[in-house]
């Protein structure tokens, strides 16, 4: 089973006290919060790519890099990261070849039920899943979306950054969509 994989292997990691060359506080080295996708390509490729290390920046991840809401808590971990632990710059980092790009609703209902939910589940909830199990159909609009709402924020200091990038999930290679200075 994989939780005692993962215990047995903590327990080991912490007597051989490897957890000594990550320590850090809990301040950005680069003063910088990075939103990003959750995509397991990204893990280790999007911290070389950019030249960051354990400690240097805040790191908020979801399906697709994507914010529609400005109020849910993907913004308020960014708020979090400037206004309490001196995050000065935001980079929205999404993806070539993301799972999100073109994500259909109706199919992903059908994985649920699938995997056992019930439609009378999916009915009694409090939004239509079709108002927020969504996806986006250009990788570039989703950037500048999630840029737009986060720069128009009203709690955002004026004078934060907010920079849009797309990476290749092969390669790293990094795509500018919008320079925040």
Known sequence: ??????????????EDESYQKYETDKFPNKRAVIFTCMDTRLVELLPKALNISNGDV???????????????????SILVAIHA?????????AHHGCGMNGFNTDDFVD?????????????????DPKEWLTGFD???????????????????????PVHGLIIDPATGKLDLVKKGY
């Open 138 to 160: 250009d990788v570039k609009a989703n950037v500048e979306q999630s840029v737009r709402i986060i720069d128009n924020h009203p709690l955002l200091p004026e004078d934060i």
């Open 85 to 93: 632990l001196q995050a000065e710059e935001v980079f929205v980092i």
């Open 58 to 76: 805040k790191m908020v991840k979801n399906a697709g890099a994507i914010l529609n809401d400005p109020y849910d808590s993907t913004m308020k």
């Open 1 to 14: 089973m994989l939780l005692d994989e993962i215990l047995e292997y903590n327990k080991q990691f912490v």
């Open 111 to 127: 994985l649920m039920k699938e995997h056992g939910i019930e439609q009378t589940e999916i009915n009694s909830l409090d939004k």
